[in-house]
């Protein structure tokens, strides 16, 4: 006890905060993807009308693991024309911007990593790399189907950003600050989805769908098209890495949505955390129930929607609010 | 009708004369012995008239080798036959290639077949087989290949690759559905060309045929289109049974027509859950396979197997049915009926869905006089051409039904014809089953050897995805002497290569998935 204090004197507080919070953000993004993995299964089942995994463990509980065990255990197939920095490098890559994402947001009122004044911007900067770790993937696999995947998230993503941003400004408006746990504790009065931020709120969460490449938008691994995209030639635990990034970027879409709109950790009652995780969970069951309900968009309808629809109504809805609030 | 062809040809022909046919006996009406310099003339004189090319197939007859075109029209019924022979040492013909596309692909079999080679052809390479094969597969004799023929389609050739990049979409591929290859020129996301290639299925089938009696090969007509198995069935045995003059009794026709609307059903409710995953939705796969397992159970309790039925024999069926068949068909249809609302809620009016289909893929009225395809990617561009209609067998001649046709021939109209033919079915089934008499399933004395006279038969029946032609040359012997399967997948099949050039890759898989193939039957 005393020794880890003393590291804490040396280091700093700050420093030693981090670290910890940063294990702790480790932990859940793994556990998250476990459960979100099982979450998944069991409401396709039941929307498809199956059971889902049932034989390992109760209810298949344990069946993330096991899928987990069996992709730390497969060999690492590296194909042989690959770009072989660009493919290792592809799978770490896509980690990066999510583990950041984490650190601002407000599980709680007092559990939060920290707490930066441009919260917003540190979340909406670090998002955005995440096409990064996809184009390498795509490029590093020299296989078509891969690129062409991986060309189809560029674009998706630069379209999808610009309404994303712009949905969430109104927001900071209103707030009158970028800090995640301000926006939250604003929220006190009422939340922001109620309060004339509805088509933001609309806005932000197919915006979030496409970004997360999530059915109707998941045209860079689109399966009938594309076999798998741009993770088409990845296997075993590098596979898993990318299949890992995509529930937590599920999580921290609607993590933010919830940080944002629906009132972050408020809530009666229960405690601060518990309300947090029962809205994001919601939006992740609503997006999960988006993919096994539609079809896929095509990939002209997808960006025409987003230069077309999201963005006008986006700005528009930008400058109604910033002029609201003027007068 | 045949008349008015008749004389209208002799009028264009005079030095031919066509030979008038009686169609029970021969499945066509006229009968036309061409020659090899004027075969090009008729195919046009045909395709003037409005006639689609139905068949193109090859016998070998030792002394020469006999090509035999089939030629049908969509509006009234006229089956003409017109054979054009060549020398077997050196067999060759001129090309019909540039009047019906879909003779590119026959003439192109044909060839790696029994080495016609056909003059003025664009594409001669193989179709089906690899470039490794000695001899003519479906000569009498052992004619060797020479090399300078065996020509397979190479898709890298780096000259042409400036444009664009190549993308073989298939054989492992999960929206081809099988082991379906396609070679795909691209630009971007649009693709510039596509060639098919087939022939990682083919099992040769019409070469089996000619080393085994006519009831050895039963199985093997299930194993072509295991998803419509039940009309293969039945397409290969009521050919056989016209050939030979057998009659089955009227309960045996009564009930093949029950189970095929049933496989019919299955089939399409199988088409419909894989046409709608190829969009991105996965959901409605796991419900109509939920419907489609009852439909199995069904024949399982009655033929014995769940999809490769072998269900009916010459002159009858291979048992009566099940006890508790007339009740199970009668739940299914209920139950089937209170499913479509929801499949029409969740896949016909999504909007999403619509997007993806509506004015994709069109056909217009002159693909299937150009492709002979059949099935509902005819009815979908608006012709009313079904085979239970124009050459009714079994019992559909005492059943009235309606057939459903679109307007457009986009995938929308692919979609909704399928859609209706499944209600319509059901119609059937129920008709059907109200007049379902008692009495025998088989016929008395069939022997067990079949040895039907000498002559030639085409008989066609309507599948699931279309028109099926069997065409079987008799020697007298109990082995057929040529068993010729026109298959429609294959013909519908042909017209993706027009219809996927300049379009996305989404929607080239739209489309491709609105045919609903199935490789086994094309590669046979």
Sequence with gaps: MCDLAAIINIIGKETARLILGLIGVLIIVVVNALVLTWVERKVSGHMQKRIGPKEVGPYGLIQPFADGLKLLGKELLTPANVDKPLYYLAPVIVFIPVLVSFIVIPFDGFLQVKDINVGILVILAFSSLSVLSILIAGWGSNNKYSLIGATRSVAQNIAYEIPLLLSLLPVAFMANSLSLRDIVEVQRQGWFVWRWQFFAFLIYFIAATAETNRTPFDLPEAESELVAGFHTEYSGMRFALFFLAEYTNIFIASAIATTFFLGGYLGPVLPGIVWFFIKTYFLVFVIMWFRWTFPRVRFDQLLNFSWKILIPVAFANLILTGGILKL | ?524
């Excluded at chain 2, 309606?402 to 008709?431: A, W």
């Design chain 2, 1 to 524: 009708m045949v008349r008015e062809i008749s004389d209208r040809f002799k009028e264009k022909f005079p030095s031919i004369e066509p030979k008038e046919i009686p169609y029970e006996q021969r499945g066509y009406h006229l009968f036309i012995e061409a020659e090899k310099n004027n075969i090009v003339d008729i195919a046009g004189f045909f395709r003037n008239e409005g006639f689609y090319l139905a068949d193109l197939c090859c016998v070998d007859y030792v002394d020469y080798l006999e090509l035999v075109y089939f030629f049908n029209n969509h509006n009234k019924l006229c089956r003409i036959k017109v054979t054009v022979k060549t020398d077997p040492d050196k067999p060759s013909a001129p090309t019909i290639s540039h009047i019906y596309n879909m003779a590119h692909w026959y003439e192109r079999e044909i060839h790696e077949f029994f080495g016609v080679f056909f003059e003025g052809h664009p594409f001669m390479v193989y179709l089906f087989l690899h470039d490794g094969i000695d001899h003519y597969p479906l000569r009498k004799k052992t004619v060797p290949v020479p090399e300078w023929d065996r020509q397979i389609l190479n898709s890298f050739r780096p000259e042409e690759q400036e444009d664009g990049f190549f993308l073989n979409l298939g054989p492992q591929h999960p929206s081809t559905h099988g082991v379906l290859r396609v070679v795909v020129k691209m630009n971007g996301e649009y693709m510039l060309s596509a060639e098919p290639v087939l022939g990682y299925l083919h099992r040769m089938h019409e070469k089996m045929a000619e080393n085994r009696t006519y009831q050895q090969f039963l199985p093997n007509a299930a194993r072509m289109d295991y998803l419509g198995a039940l009309n293969f069935n039945l397409g290969y045995v009521a050919t056989v049974e016209k050939l030979c003059g057998i009659e089955a009794p009227e309960r045996a026709q009564y009930i093949r027509t029950i189970t095929c609307e049933l496989n019919r059903i299955s089939s399409h409710l199988l088409w419909f859950g894989a046409f709608v995953a190829d969009l991105g939705g996965l959901t409605p796969f796991l419900y109509t396979f939920d419907d489609r397992e009852n439909i199995l159970d069904i024949l399982e309790a009655t033929a014995g197997s769940r999809l490769t039925y072998s269900y009916f024999r010459f002159g009858g069926l291979y048992n009566d049915l099940d006890e508790n068949f007339v009740d199970a068909v009668k739940q299914f249809i209920t139950r089937l009926r209170s499913r479509f609302s929801m499949y029409e809620n969740l896949v016909t009016g999504n909007v999403i869905f619509i997007n993806r289909v509506k004015n994709i893929g069109v056909m217009d009225k002159g693909y299937p006089i150009r492709y002979g395809c059949s099935g509902p990617v005819i009815r979908s561009t608006g012709i009313p051409f079904d085979i239970r209609r124009h050459e009714p067998y079994a019992v559909y001649d005492r059943i009235d039904f309606r057939i459903p046709t679109g307007t457009t021939g986009d995938n929308m109209d692919r979609y909704l014809v399928r859609i209706q033919e499944m209600e319509i079915s059901l119609d059937i089934i129920e008709k059907a089953l109200k007049d379902l008499p008692a009495g025998p399933y088989k016929a008395e004395k069939i022997p067990k050897k079949l040895k039907p006279p000498k002559g030639d038969i085409y008989h066609t029946i309507e599948s699931p995805r279309g028109e099926l032609g069997v065409y079987i040359v008799s020697d007298e012997s109990d082995v057929p002497y040529r068993m010729r399967w026109r298959v429609p997948s294959y013909s519908n099949l042909m017209t993706f290569p027009e219809l996927a050039r300049g379009s996305l890759i989404a929607d080239a898989i739209a489309t491709l998935g609105s045919y609903d193939l199935v490789i086994p039957e094309i590669d046979r």
